[in-house]
Nanobody, 115 residues
Framework: QVQLVESGGGLVQAGGSLRLSCAASGIIFSDRAMKWYRQVPGSERELVAAITSGGSTNYADSVKGRFTISRENAKNTVYLQMNRLKLEDTAVYYC?????????WGKGTLVTVSS
């Protein structure tokens, strides 16, 4: 069964950095595109960053130049390096992959950016 487990969230001051990790199991990780989403209570989940199986990346405009998505296939792990964090980056961050037209999600990790 597919499992995605996020870690690395926490409380950080504005301007600081965090690195999120998502460990995947139950899939052939190297074959799968992986994505990071985030959600603020009362708002829809939004796509933050994505990485293809070949390593191509794309980002939401709001995080371009500050966030970097990467993957380490040997560890079945995708990362989200978040730099120059802003108050508006506060959210629960979710790891996602699509397999046979079904979306799989982790339980999320909370990132709180304080002033």
């Amino acid at each position: 069964q597919v499992q995605l487990v996020e870690s690395g969230g926490g409380l950080v001051q504005a301007g600081g950095s965090l690195r999120l990790s998502c460990a995947a199991s139950g899939i052939i990780f190297s074959d799968r595109a992986m994505k990071w989403y985030r959600q603020v209570p009362g708002s829809e989940r939004e796509l933050v960053a994505a990485i293809t199986s070949g390593g191509s990346t794309n980002y939401a405009d709001s995080v371009k130049g500050r966030f970097t998505i990467s993957r380490e296939n040997a560890k079945n792990t995708v990362y989200l390096q978040m730099n120059r964090l802003k108050l508006e980056d506060t959210a629960v961050y979710y790891c996602n992959t699509l397999l046979y037209l079904r979306n799989y999600w982790g339980k999320g990790t909370l990132v709180t950016v304080s002033s």
